[in-house]
């Protein structure tokens, strides 16, 4: 089945650490996308990249960091400089001449100890 | 740059009742327009969208949305709701070449 996977489900950081949260897809998307999704703000657009080795900082970059090696994958570092990391993240692809069908994956929870 | 707002952050309804969550948007250009559904603990799920033709949509579930370009509005409405309703509904708006942007959600719940 074709789709968007990430993993873990449920995360947990201690302050100061660094955490990656993963995403992979087979749907041979070019552009992928992560959000960040807090209670009552909606979804916030991190990063998006629209090819292989090349990314875009969103609305919230700092804090994070991605990389795009290949064209299934899509890594997110949440870094110890990002004060407040509690949340839910999304990851999401899709074609890159059509940004506006996006695909989600179901999500992981990150939460700091 | 555009934005959206939804107007309701919850909206409580009993079951078999109409139901409309409002989305007012604003852009200087020409735009596509969606509403995503999501459960709870999972990801998003796309609803239905508007992006040329009939300004009426409509989704496999009975939801359907009409663009409204005058007012800057896609209003999600369903004649009759259920119990398996009970969801939190995004709209969201691109300008066809840049990603998506989301208002902050309506959480709609269907009460027995």
């Known amino acids: 089945d074709g789709g968007i996977t990430q993993s873990p489900k449920y995360l947990f950081r201690k302050e100061g650490q660094n955490v990656t949260l993963s995403c992979e897809q087979n749907l041979n998307h070019d552009a992928m996308y992560w959000y960040r999704q807090d209670p009552g703000q909606g979804l916030r657009l991190i990063y998006y990249?629209?090819?292989?080795?090349?990314?875009q900082k969103g609305d919230i970059a700092e804090g994070y960091s991605v990389s795009r090696e290949k064209k299934e994958s899509f890594p997110l570092t949440v870094t110890s400089a990002q004060k407040n990391p509690t949340a839910f993240y999304l990851c999401?692809?899709?074609?890159?001449?059509?940004?506006?069908?996006?695909?989600f994956g179901p999500g992981t929870r990150l939460l700091v100890l | 740059a555009q934005s959206v707002t939804q107007l309701d952050s919850q909206v409580p309804v009993f079951e078999e009742a109409p139901v409309e969550l409002r989305c007012n948007y604003s852009?200087?250009?020409?735009?596509?327009l969606f509403w995503y559904v999501q459960y709870p603990n999972q990801g998003l799920q796309l609803l239905l969208k508007y992006l040329s033709g009939s300004t009426l949509v409509e989704s496999i579930n009975g939801f359907e949305a009409e663009f409204n370009k005058s007012q800057t509005s896609f209003h999600l409405r369903k004649p009759s709701v259920h119990i398996s309703d009970t969801a939190e509904y995004f709209c969201?708006?691109?300008?066809?070449?840049?990603?998506?942007?989301f208002g902050k959600g309506t959480r709609l719940s269907v009460i027995a």
């Open positions: 990249s629209q090819i292989v080795n090349d990314f």
């Open positions: 852009s200087s250009v020409s735009v596509y």
């Open positions: 969201a708006v691109s300008e066809v070449i840049t990603p998506l942007v």
């Open positions: 999401a692809s899709s074609p890159r001449d059509r940004q506006e069908t996006q695909y």
